[in-house]
């Protein structure tokens, strides 16, 4: 990313009859206005289909087994007949091509990112080559299924439009042993104020291994952000009462900024599910906690990378999703002026903001998430907490259920009392 040079602090704005004084209110922006054209031109397809697999079986190519799965260890798929391993090409060159970021116009979709038909069902019937028979299989659940007569293992690969087959599959390469030593570590740290029904219940073995779908989007564009920033140049105190309030004195100045920038593989849920978060029910957000996952190394997709593990299905598409990569595109925007504008010691006040998305680039993908839940029951509501691992780095972030009661009893050990107080009023409210 890059942005302009950071401005020479302007005079401040003069106020009548001398000193500072906030100059008038700038004029009303849009924020995430598409730039010229990009509204109306047709997205870009590239075509990330799998043309290896296109009958439902999905062959080792060496020995013609379908009885496939993936090996962590190695993050390669491996025949269990003839334990011939071997993975599937990586995506990003086929979606980036030659064009780079800077060079990004218009909008480009890949297949398995295309919007999802509200006609198609989730249940595929496959015809199994090997024998003949019919198969059904419910992509809500499953991706793949074993033919009942001759034991095939058939397959969901066709980018069919409802959001089961994505582009890409970034596989695990974290075991369940693994993830559930990271978990038990991270109870352990949190184990004395613990909720006693979370001590007595905590499992960590039944953690759950699962894919989730996410857009990952490439993007160039262009922000102005326009407001005002105050340096301070007089402090003092003057004496009200029978106490002193402080007072300062600030020069105000108008400031304008411009950035151009680009973004490389910005991660954003596409499970309306997932993106809504309610903190009353339970604590899915965590999920946003364990990024980045290196996507860099995300393979053409495969159902059998997905045996053993479960998935959820994207169920939204990128028009809805717009919304949410443009608030993200401003909020870099703003990180990226930042250092341009700390010589303002009282603070800047962003008044306006504009937006032009020149290019984006839309890959649909499952990242692997090793999950563990625990259900906690209350009085007045329940509560769902989660603990997450990234299954790729390992990174671990969740919710355990607190107990109030050790909180108020290390809090009056601390002699803290107005904190003993505020969690005794929490308690009671909740």
């Known amino acids: 990313m890059s942005n302009s040079a950071p401005e020479p602090i302007p005079q401040p704005v003069a106020a009548e009859g001398g000193g500072t004084a906030p100059p008038p209110p700038l004029p009303t922006q849009q924020i995430g206005e598409p730039t010229s054209g990009s509204a109306t031109a047709e997205p870009q397809r590239v075509d990330t289909a799998n043309t290896r697999l296109t009958d439902g079986l999905n062959r080792c190519p060496k020995c013609g087994s379908t009885d496939i799965q993936l090996r962590v260890s190695t993050g390669m798929l491996v025949c269990l007949f003839c334990r011939h391993e071997w993975s599937e090409a990586q995506v ?254 009282r603070g800047v006040r962003w008044e306006a903001e504009h937006l032009d998305v020149h290019g984006t680039r839309w890959v649909a993908m499952y990242l692997p998430v090793w999950l563990y839940s625990f259900y906690q029951e209350g009085k007045r509501s329940s509560m769902v907490h989660y603990i997450a691992v990234n299954g790729r780095t390992g990174e671990t972030m969740g919710s355990v259920p607190v107990s109030h009661g050790r909180l108020i009893l290390a809090a009056l050990a601390a002699g803290t009392v107005l904190e003993a107080i505020v969690i005794w009023i929490l308690v009671m409210m909740s």
């Open 92 to 345: 990003e060159p086929m979606v980036s091509g030659d064009v780079s970021l800077r060079d990004l116009t218009g909008t480009t979709i890949a297949s398995g990112a295309s919007d999802i038909s509200p006609e198609v069902s989730g249940m595929m019937t496959l015809k199994c080559s090997g024998c003949g028979s019919e198969v059904v299989v419910n992509t809500a659940e499953a991706m793949s299924s074993r033919c009942h007569w001759c034991r095939h293992v058939l397959t969901i690969n066709e980018q069919i439009p409802n959001g089961a087959v994505p582009d890409a599959v970034l596989p695990f390469s974290m075991t369940q042993a693994q993830a559930v030593e990271k978990i038990r570590e991270f109870a352990g740290k949190r184990r004395i104020f613990a909720h006693k029904s979370f001590r007595a219940g905590f499992s960590p073995e039944n953690v759950m291994g699962v894919y989730l779908p996410y857009m990952v989007v490439d993007g160039n564009a262009s922000a102005d952000v326009q407001g005002f920033g105050e340096i301070e140049t007089r402090r003092y105190t003057r004496r009200v009462g029978d106490h002193d309030e402080t007072y300062y004195d600030a020069d105000v100045y108008q400031l304008n900024r411009h950035v151009d920038y680009t973004v490389d593989d910005l991660t954003i849920e596409s499970s309306a599910e997932r993106a809504n978060i309610n903190a009353m029910v339970n604590t899915n957000n965590i999920i946003n906690t364990i990024m980045p996952f290196d996507t860099k190394n995300a393979v053409q997709w495969n159902a059998n990378y997905l045996v053993g593990y479960t998935s959820e299905r994207r169920d939204q598409d990128v028009s809805q999703i717009q919304p949410i990569l443009e608030d993200q595109l401003l909020s870099i925007a703003r990180s990226q002026v930042h250092n341009s504008v700390r010589q303002y010691n």
